[in-house]
C-alpha cells in the first residue's frame, strides 16, 4: 500500500466525548463528535456516566464517521485510538473498541497519546492553515492540563514547563462556579468578558519559578474577594459580572504569556502554537496573535473544531505514525496518566 493511499479511522474517548474521524493522506473526511450534556448539572465530569455514555455512543459515531466519509470499513488501513491519558473509565471504552475492530479487520493498531494528539492536530491538512516548523513550542491549554512543550519533530517532544496544581480550564470553570455560572464556565466568562473592563479588579499573579504554572492560588484569591464584597453588597457580583470575568480573564491570559514569553527567551524559538480546548478563548488567540507584534512570533491556531477533544487530532497522530510503521500490538492497555 503506497502512501497516497491510506485511510485512518482515528477514536476518541479520554474524557465526555465520544468521537471518531476518518482521514485520508492527511485530510479529515469526517469529524463526528457525541457531546455528553448530562455533567453540566453535576458542574463537572461524573466519571462513571461518561464512561456508560462512551459505550452507548461508540458505536453509532464511528458508523456515522465512516458513513459521512463515504466508505467501508473495508477499506481502512488502520485504526488509531487514545490510550491516554485521561479517565480511565473511558479510555477503557475507546481502546476495547479499537483493539476488537483492528483485529476483526485484520489491520494495524495505532494507539496515541492525547496530549500529543493536541499538538500534532496542527499538521492535519487543511486549507488556510499553517504547519509550523520544527522545531516550535506547544502551550496545550485545556480542563486537565497546561503545558508548554519543545517540539523538535513529530514525536521528539520534551515538556519544558507544566502546572503543579490547577490546569487553567480549571481554574475557568472554578472561577466561574463561584460566580454562579454554569459549566464549563469557559466560554461563559470569555463571551461576559468582552463587555467587560479587564483592569476593573486586579488579581495577583503566582509566583512560579521556571516554565511552571500555578492556578488554585488566584482561585482562592477570586474567592475571597468575592466574599469580602458580597458582605457589604449583596448584589456586587449581579452588578459587577463582566467587569469581574474580564478582570479574571485578563489575569489568567497574563499567566500564560508571561510563561510563553520566557519560555521563547529561554529557548531562543519564536515559532509558537497552541492547543487544547481552552485555546478557543478569543482573548487567548488575541494575546498570541498580539505577541506576532511585540514580540516577533509567528503563532500557529488550529481551526476550531480540532482544539477541542476530537478524533481528527487523533487520526492525524495515526496516519504520521502508520507512515513509520510504528504500531501496537494487541496486549496494549489504558494508560490513565500517561506522558509525552
Not at 5 to 25: K, L
Not at 221 to 247: G, H, M, R, W
Request: proline share 4%.
Amino acid at each position: 500500500m503506497t502512501k497516497q493511499n491510506i485511510y485512518i479511522i482515528g477514536i476518541e474517548s479520554s474524557c465526555d466525548d465520544t468521537a471518531a474521524s476518518v482521514m485520508y493522506n492527511g485530510k479529515i473526511l469526517s469529524n463526528v463528535v457525541a457531546n455528553q450534556k448530562i455533567h453540566e448539572e453535576f458542574g463537572g465530569v461524573v466519571p462513571e456516566l461518561a464512561s456508560r455514555a462512551h459505550q452507548q455512543n461508540i458505536v453509532p459515531v464511528v458508523t456515522q464517521a465512516l458513513a459521512k466519509a463515504k466508505i467501508k470499513k473495508e477499506q481502512l488501513n488502520a485504526i488509531a485510538f487514545t490510550r491516554g491519558p485521561g479517565l480511565m473509565g473511558s479510555l477503557l471504552v475507546g481502546t476495547s473498541f479499537a483493539k476488537s475492530l483492528a483485529f476483526g479487520l485484520n489491520i494495524p493498531l495505532i494507539d496515541v497519546n492525547h496530549m500529543q494528539a493536541h499538538i500534532l492536530a496542527h499538521f492535519i491538512d487543511e486549507e488556510g492553515f499553517n504547519k509550523p516548523p520544527f522545531p516550535f513550542l506547544a502551550m496545550t491549554i485545556s480542563g486537565g492540563h497546561t503545558q508548554i512543550v519543545k517540539v523538535n519533530h513529530y514525536f521528539d517532544m520534551q515538556v519544558i514547563g507544566e502546572t503543579i496544581d490547577d490546569a487553567v480550564g480549571e481554574a475557568f470553570d472554578k472561577s466561574g462556579k463561584i460566580l454562579g455560572l454554569g459549566y464549563p464556565a469557559g466560554p461563559e466568562i470569555d463571551k461576559l468578558a468582552k463587555l467587560g473592563n479587564p483592569k476593573a479588579f486586579k488579581f495577583t499573579k503566582p509566583k512560579v519559578d521556571g516554565l511552571n504554572f500555578s492556578f488554585s492560588g488566584l482561585k482562592t484569591a477570586i474567592l475571597y474577594f468575592i466574599q469580602k464584597e458580597t458582605k457589604t453588597n449583596p448584589d456586587f457580583v449581579y452588578e459587577n459580572l463582566n467587569d469581574i470575568c474580564a478582570s479574571i480573564q485578563f489575569t489568567i491570559i497574563g499567566i500564560l504569556i508571561d510563561k510563553l514569553k520566557l519560555a521563547s527567551k529561554t529557548t531562543g524559538i519564536k515559532h509558537i502554537a497552541i492547543g487544547g480546548g481552552v485555546s478557543a478563548n478569543s482573548g487567548i488567540r488575541q494575546a498570541l496573535k498580539d505577541g506576532e507584534q511585540k514580540f516577533g512570533w509567528t503563532t500557529y491556531v488550529p481551526k476550531f473544531e480540532f482544539t477541542t477533544d476530537n478524533a481528527a487530532m487523533i487520526a492525524i497522530v495515526g496516519y504520521l505514525k502508520y507512515l513509520e510503521g510504528d504500531f501496537s500490538e494487541q496486549d496494549i492497555t489504558a494508560s490513565a496518566r500517561l506522558k509525552i
